[in-house]
Structure formats: C-alpha cells, structure tokens
C-alpha cells in the first residue's frame, strides 16, 4: 500500500461517554488541522484512537500528537491508541507516548517500566531561527566549520562545500571533519549527527539553521556473514556501535526490544566510529553492530559481503542538522539564506550531489522539540 501524505480521522462511535476515532494515512505537519478535530471530545470522557491504517509518523507528527494528548489530560480524558504498525510503536515508545498505547507502557533506556511522560525541554536558543539570532554579535573574519559525516563517499564533496561556503560569505572558513564535536571549543558552523546538534545546542546555545531534505537517520543492525542465527537468536550479545550517546544506539536497542530481545543484557562495546565498529564485528570481537543506514549503504561490496543484515529501521524521526554558534547573527542569515538557495544553483547542485542530499529545508519547531525532549530522556551529559 503506498504511503498517503493526507491524515483522515473518522469517527466510528461515541456512546457511554467514549468516543473512537478510526485514523488513516500519516501524521505529519500537514496533519495540524485533521487532528485539530479531535479536541470537540468533552472533558472526562475516553478516548479510543485506532492506528490500524496510520502507516507512518514523523517527529512533527509526534509533536502534534503530544499538544493533543496535552491537552485531553488537562481536561482527564483518558487516551487509548491501538494497533500501532511497528516503527509507528517504537517511536511512541521512545519518545515517552508508550503510555498511551493500548495494554502497553513506557519503556526506558534499562528497560524498567516508566509510566512518567518526559516534559519537552526548554532551550533558550531551540526555536530561534536564522532571522532571530542572538543579538551579542560580532564579526570573524575567520571562521571554523566542522561537520560529522554521515559517509566517507562524502568528504571531497564537503570540502567542495566549504569553498563553495567561502565564495558564497565572502569570508575565510577552515573546514575539519570531527569524530569528536562535543569536545570542540572553537566551532562556529556545525554539521552535526542529531545528539551532537542538541547537545550543542544545550550547552553552547547554537542556533538550528536547516536539516537535509528527506534524509532522517535510521539504523541497521548487522551480523557477520557466516553467522546464520536470526535476530531474535542473539539473546545476551556482544554488540558493537559508534557511541552510547547516540540515536543510531538508542533506536538500535528499540528494534531489539521490539523484536523480543531483552537489550539491557546486552554486552555494549562503544568504538568511537561506525568503521572501527565494522571492523570488531568482522574480527568477531562483536556479535552485532548497530551502524547509521546510510554508513551501510556507502559501504564497499568487499565489506557488503562480510555482513548480513537483520533488521532496519523507518521511523522518520531524527536528523543531523546544520547550526550556528549563537553570537554570529549576521553569519546565520547569509548561512540560511545560502543553503535555501543551494538546489537552485548550478554549482550548488552539482555540490549537493557530491554530499548525497537533495537541498535543505527549515527545521520546524515541532521536530526539534522532539528530537531535544528524546536527547535529554537517554543522553546523559
């Protein structure tokens, strides 16, 4: 069945004081209205939502839920969803919504039950956009740009950006790939895998500029070739992956849970980088790796044939995103402004081929709220 970008909410029956809605399509920011719906259901009643034939939600679509849900338990509804596909459940789980599935509850990073709904935090620069930067500017005439690659195939093209970057500013830029972000004091422009953008953006009050069109993060979890157990075999594992502090680690171990696997007795080894944690998979130092799709699908056929895939993810959910230190407002604006325009420049076009993206879109408010209140639930700083 293929994927529709249009929400339909109908209701099935509102009788002893419990209204059902049968819900199709997909939740996303153009869902706004459609579930605006929702709010006619009085105050104390119940609240049946059927997912059956809701086949996909984003973060956007989760934030909408939450103002939703929000605002029933002011009024003591009592919300049930049911029959949730399986991305769909994990993402509700992950995010702190598990306690509204029907017979379900919420999951933690241990696996010990949690029924507290995690309140979406507060950062003074989260909503901020490139036209709203800080106020206490000033001008560089160098700056420093470092981004976290999502594939190795990427690093000609970055440099390319760079230049690109250079001519574009009118300004000296020193591009540098970093495995380690968060212990950079001197970034000024940031490309960054989701955790490492929120933490930055907690800490260091850097300011969202874009995220690549249609290019969310996803996991895949990988064993070595000759390894002929099925995922749901590898009780008690030895797994390898990049970083704890990391949505490819945390989505990994949701797909896991999901598959029946208890990951808290997993046996964690963090590498540093999704290469080195290739190579202890294929040393079979690791029975499985938890490694970024993308990572994968950059991967050579001679390392292809080494692993065998056991399971992907598909929620749509997180990104890495494109931010700005907050005292470079002038630098934020021509920023924006440089990377909107990018896909209608021929230059700029031949350059988002080389770093594998089709052009940047803004981040909506709702996302990053999303993406923020999922860091500060498993990221531990």
Known sequence: MAI????????LSDSN???CFDCAGSIDVNAKIPLETLLIVPAKARVILEFKKIERVNS??????????????????IIEVKDLNR????????????????????ITKTGEKNTINPQAPIHANA????EGLSKKSHI?????????LQTGQQLTGWYLFNTYLQRRMQKAIHFDQSQDVLNESSIDILFAKPFEACSMIKRRGFVPIMRPIAEADEVIILTRADDERELADFKQANVVTASENSFVYILGRFLCDESELD?????FTFSGNEIKSLQVLIKKKADLLFMLKKTYEGLSSFSKKNVRKLDESATDFAFHLFSIAPDLEQEGKALHTILKEMSEDDKGKEILKDIEFQGWCPVEEGELKMLTMVFDRYVNE
């Open 4 to 11: 529709s970008d249009i929400l339909t909410i109908k209701k």
């Open 17 to 19: 004081n419990t209204y």
């Open 60 to 77: 956007m679509g989760l934030s909408l839920l939450l103002k939703i849900f929000e605002e029933w338990e002011k009024k003591q509804i």
């Open 87 to 106: 991305m769909v459940n994990m993402l509700f789980k992950i995010t702190g919504l598990g306690r509204f599935i029907q017979g379900g509850n919420d």
């Open 127 to 130: 909503n901020k956009s490139a």
């Open 140 to 148: 560089k005439k160098k700056l420093n740009f470092v981004a976290s």
């Open 263 to 267: 990951s808290s007795k997993f046996n």
